[in-house]
């Protein structure tokens, strides 16, 4: 991924016109990106671009992330399960529920080794600025995964400190894990913006890793990974959040976003996409999302009032984001 001289990057070769912004029916520009997509089999389907190009999955990935933990000892379910996959909104709830999964394993907001931050939500933000709030690890949105790290070690009888280490034992079951689930061994190891380990994927891979989760028998570490994101999407992401609204509109969907616009998902029967936005934007995601259920028959108002993205003018819909999915 990384250029070399003149060449073109091979994500870069591999993007194609994935979705387009209009205005007053005017193009005004376009997003282009990788759709990978694979049946219930994990086998790939017709998608957009080149789905086995390496790419960085970021918060993507927190849903196999969980899933090593799980594997690792981890005992957690239901809310706070979500909340380790999540990259939350940082309201009062979140943080709570943080601060709860810290508690379990004896441990404190002090043992957070992520990056400090203000919460991700908007009006969570708003808030922690007009109170004089300092940036915190406790408050990024990464945190439920961090503390869920924490917790594993505990349970797992690993050293705490240093549980970021690409070399620490969690790390390297995570790495295994995301080989194990994605069938791709991680090309690359790097650092993510909350200074965990990212290890990169391609497209097809993490959408092959969600339809294992997605249709992972109840009580495995798969499983338990996908019920508590199907019961609680709002720990998941948060008020207003797109991730959220999307899986609120469909039942059973197991869905995470992830930075610089990558978001996977998957329907309970396996079926599965992975989407990454080339120029980082989150804006069409939501509108590829919405594109792809509706076209296996998951769609229905509230799919479509979730995958609707306007583009204003003078506070008013002059626009739409729209989905370029014919090949």
């Keep these: 991924m990384r250029p070399t001289g003149s060449a073109v990057p091979p994500v870069l070769a591999g993007a194609v016109p994935l979705a387009h912004v209009e205005r007053a029916g005017e193009v005004e520009s376009v997003h282009l990106g990788i759709l990978a997509v694979v049946g219930p089999d994990g086998a790939p389907l017709p998608g957009r671009g080149g789905a086995d190009t390496p790419f960085l999955p970021r918060s993507a990935l927190k849903p196999v992330q969980a899933v090593a933990m799980l594997r690792a000892g981890l005992d957690l379910d239901g809310e706070l399960l979500a909340l380790a996959c999540a990259s939350h909104s940082g309201e009062p709830g979140h943080v709570a529920g943080v601060r709860r999964i810290l508690d379990g394993a004896g441990l404190t907001d002090a043992d957070l080794d992520n990056t400090p931050d203000l919460p991700l939500g908007t009006e969570a933000a708003a808030i922690a600025r007009a109170a004089g709030t300092a940036p915190s690890p406790l408050l990024q949105n990464c945190s439920g995964k961090h503390a869920a790290m924490l917790a594993c070690c505990v349970?797992?009888?690993?050293?705490?400190?240093?549980?970021?280490?690409?070399?620490?034992?969690?790390?390297?079951?995570?790495?295994?894990?995301?080989?194990?689930?994605?069938?791709?061994?991680?090309?690359?190891?790097?650092?993510?913006?909350?200074?965990?380990?990212?290890?990169?994927?391609?497209?097809?891979?993490?959408?092959?890793?969600?339809?294992?989760?997605?249709?992972?028998?109840?009580?495995?570490?798969?499983?338990?990974?996908?019920?508590?994101?199907?019961?609680?999407?709002?720990?998941?992401?948060?008020?207003?959040?797109?991730?959220?609204?999307?899986?609120?509109?469909?039942?059973?969907?197991?869905?995470?976003?992830?930075?610089?616009?990558?978001?996977?998902?998957?329907?309970?029967?396996?079926?599965?996409?992975?989407?990454?936005?080339?120029?980082?934007?989150?804006?069409?995601?939501?509108?590829?999302?919405?594109?792809?259920?509706?076209?296996?028959?998951?769609?229905?108002?509230?799919?479509?009032?979730?995958?609707?993205?306007?583009?204003?003018?003078?506070?008013?819909?002059?626009?739409?984001?729209?989905?370029?999915?014919?090949?």
């Excluded at 690359?188 to 290890?199: E, I, M, Q």
């Excluded at 199907?230 to 959220?244: E, F, K, L, N, Q």
């Excluded at 998951?298 to 306007?310: E, I, M, Q, Y």
């Design 155 to 327: 349970a797992a009888g690993w050293p705490v400190r240093g549980y970021r280490d690409p070399g620490h034992p969690l790390q390297q079951l995570v790495r295994a894990t995301i080989a194990d689930l994605t069938g791709v061994d991680p090309h690359v190891t790097t650092v993510d913006g909350c200074g965990a380990p990212l290890f990169g994927c391609t497209p097809a891979g993490l959408a092959r890793a969600f339809g294992r989760i997605a249709v992972a028998a109840p009580g495995t570490p798969e499983g338990r990974v996908a019920a508590a994101m199907r019961a609680h999407p709002w720990w998941v992401g948060g008020t207003d959040r797109s991730v959220t609204r999307l899986a609120e509109a469909v039942p059973g969907l197991v869905a995470k976003d992830g930075a610089e616009g990558v978001l996977a998902a998957a329907l309970p029967d396996g079926r599965a996409f992975a989407v990454t936005v080339l120029d980082g934007a989150v804006r069409p995601l939501p509108v590829l999302a919405a594109a792809v259920l509706d076209g296996w028959g998951a769609g229905g108002p509230a799919l479509s009032a979730a995958g609707r993205v306007d583009v204003l003018g003078h506070g008013l819909p002059v626009g739409r984001v729209h989905a370029n999915l014919a090949s």
